[in-house]
C-alpha cells in the first residue's frame, strides 16, 4: 500500500487536487518545463544516436506543451482590438488562449475570438 502512496500518479494528482484550471495549467507548465530538462539531461549521456535524437525531440515537445500552457494562463491587461486598459479586476472577455478583449469590442465581434475563433467569455482570474 506504501508503493501506491508514493507512485507517481498520486504525487501529481496530490499537486493538483483542489486547484482551479488555470492553477493546475500553471502547475503543469512548470512540470512540462522541468520534464524538458529531464529529457535534456537523458540525451546528453545516451550513446546510441537514433535515442539522443528520440529524446531530444521529446524535449522539445515538452517546451512546447509548457509554452502553450504559459500563454494560456497569461493574463492580459489591455484590449487587442482597441488597446483599452483591462489590468484586473476590470471586466474582460477572453478565449481558451487568453485573447483579451474589452467587453464593447467583444460585443462588436458577437463573442467571437478573431485569431482562433473561439468564444469570448467573461474573464476569470
Known amino acids: 500500500m506504501a508503493d501506491k502512496e508514493l507512485s507517481p500518479d498520486r504525487v501529481i494528482a496530490s499537486l493538483l487536487e483542489g486547484k482551479s484550471r488555470r492553477e493546475m495549467m500553471v502547475i503543469l507548465?512548470?512540470?512540462?518545463?522541468?520534464?524538458?530538462?529531464?529529457?535534456?539531461?537523458?540525451?546528453?549521456?545516451?550513446?546510441?544516436?537514433?535515442?539522443?535524437?528520440?529524446l531530444l525531440a521529446g524535449a522539445e515537445r515538452e517546451e512546447q506543451n509548457s509554452a502553450l500552457l504559459k500563454m494560456m494562463t497569461q493574463v492580459k491587461d489591455k484590449c487587442e482590438k482597441c488597446g483599452k486598459a483591462l489590468a484586473p479586476p476590470a471586466p474582460a472577455q477572453c478565449c481558451s488562449f487568453q485573447c483579451t478583449f474589452c467587453p464593447d469590442c467583444a460585443d462588436a465581434m458577437k463573442h467571437v475570438c478573431p485569431n482562433c475563433l473561439g468564444e469570448l467569455t467573461a474573464r476569470s482570474i
Request: charged share 25%.
Open 29 to 54: 507548465a512548470r512540470l512540462e518545463h522541468g520534464g524538458a530538462g529531464i529529457y535534456q539531461s537523458f540525451a546528453a549521456n545516451e550513446r546510441n544516436e537514433k535515442a539522443r535524437a528520440a
